[in-house]
């Protein structure tokens, strides 16, 4: 079994395109959106906290 590994110049351009400006864009805007998400959370639990501190309620 023999398997060529040679592109065409076309096919590595096309290749290159769709790794560089689709899959790693899209990549990390999932990133970024977990993260937003994340920090977001983080924040509500933090005036939660801050809410009961005041109130002096045990959390």
């Known amino acids: ?3 060529v590994l ?3 110049a076309w096919k ?3 290749g290159l395109a ?9 990549l ?5 959106g977990f993260a937003v998400a994340q920090s977001l959370g ?3 639990e933090n005036q939660e906290y801050l809410d ?3 109130d002096n309620q045990p959390v």
Do not use: K, N
């Open 1 to 3: 079994m023999s398997f």
């Open 6 to 8: 040679a592109l065409s």
């Open 12 to 14: 590595a351009t096309f």
């Open 18 to 26: 769709v790794v560089f400006f689709v899959a790693f864009p899209l």
């Open 28 to 32: 990390l805007h999932g990133l970024i």
């Open 42 to 44: 983080e924040r509500a």
């Open 52 to 54: 009961a501190r005041e």
